[in-house]
């Protein structure tokens, strides 16, 4: 007989919107379509796996600047859910589908913010702020790849040849809103989040794109990414990722699209373990990631079990600040005021939102 737990992470898809670059969400706009040009490319490649060279494509150009403003505290899931709302229940939990990502698939590194405001647990990272790398070499690299990744998308969506890339390509995105049911001790709770989705396919899934130096033939993509990338594809709903094997040549300038591999999410278990058996005499330094779906749901259970409790504990009715860190093994909590200077910012812009939420849904 199944468990509750083994019945628990049912991820719906609730709606879809589109931000600009101050939050502003443009409700029901959906991601773009893949084009089929994936499968013309494909077509091309030989026994070899690769398209001739001079099928490539240039990823290089044109330049793609990553002006694009950081979207701190899912700011514009709150605008969304202040204009659509919750549809037929509350969620306990709101976050976005990165902090999903990363908690079923590593420790995670500094401060994350906890507010309960009107029943509801927002939770976020720290405030980001957009820092130039002082390492010309690493702003060149940064700069390159984010314009390899933006033309490598244009290539798979753009409705024609001439298409060119938009103005604002990285000054929005489209993002599906999401509900996972997660149990937490004899009942399941819901979390509500935002995804940024890539592309959709011909049945409307979701479809992850990546452009990578060597795609899956990338010593780290099986030893160290592929684990965040599953977790990331699983809270987004992808059925697949379009991997993208990019490469230089050289003396000659550009990136050159050699390659195009479809990895479906349930082959991911399976194809990562093979990747492993073929490298068993590694050195230490070049051990696979030990990953599990069961452990990631675990650890993610785990977290939503502990902020449950570490706020009922904290006050059973009223407004709760918490600031969690983990040490590697376990979750600390520490309960602050609306002051804080870690979490005012937070707390200000949930209330601001959900006082909206409430004035257009109080019927």
Not at 115 to 122: N, T, V, W
Not at 163 to 172: C, G, H, L, Q, R
Request: with cysteine; charged share 30%.
């Amino acid at each position: 007989m199944a468990t509750g737990m083994s019945q628990d992470f049912n991820i719906t898809n609730v709606g879809y919107y589109k931000r600009d670059n101050e939050m502003n969400v443009t409700v029901d706009a959906r991601p773009s379509h893949l084009n089929g040009n994936h499968i013309q490319f494909q077509e091309l490649q030989t026994s070899e796996g690769y398209v001739p060279k001079d099928q490539c494509i240039n990823l290089a150009e044109p330049e793609v600047i990553d002006n694009g403003n950081i979207e701190n505290y899912f700011e514009s899931l709150l605008n969304y859910i202040s204009i659509e709302g919750f549809g037929k229940e509350k969620p306990l939990f709101v976050t976005n589908k990165s902090f999903m990502g990363y908690l079923a698939s590593k420790p995670i590194r500094g401060t994350i913010l906890i507010f309960r405001y009107m029943g509801i647990i927002f939770i976020s990272y720290e405030k980001r702020e957009r820092k130039s790398p002082e390492d010309d070499k690493k702003k060149a690299s940064d700069a390159l790849a984010y314009t390899h990744g933006a033309n490598y998308a244009h290539y798979l969506k753009k409705k024609s040849d001439e298409e060119k890339i938009p103005e604002d390509y990285a000054k929005s995105g489209c993002k599906a809103v999401m509900k996972c049911d997660v149990s937490i001790g004899y009942k399941k709770e819901t979390v509500l989040y935002s995804a940024e989705i890539d592309a959709l396919d011909e049945l409307n899934q979701h479809i992850e794109l990546k452009a990578i130096v060597y795609g899956t033939d990338n010593e780290y993509f099986w030893k160290s990414n592929i684990c965040t990338f599953y977790w990331k594809m699983f809270f987004g709903g992808c059925s697949m990722m379009l991997v993208g094997d990019k490469f230089f040549r050289g003396e000659v300038p550009g990136c050159y699209l050699s390659r195009i591999e479809e990895l479906k999410i349930g082959e991911i278990i399976d194809k990562t373990e093979k990747a492993k058996q073929k490298r068993d005499n590694l050195e230490p330094t070049e051990v696979f990631e030990e990953w599990s779906l069961e452990k990631g749901k675990e650890r993610v259970r785990q977290f939503f079990r502990e902020v449950n409790a570490e706020v009922q504990m904290s006050c059973r009715d009223s407004d709760v600040c918490i600031l969690a860190k983990t040490d590697q093994q376990h979750w600390k909590f520490k309960p602050v005021n609306e002051q804080n200077e870690t979490i005012q910012e937070f707390v200000k812009l949930v209330k601001t939102k959900m006082d909206i939420w409430r004035t257009n849904f109080s019927n």
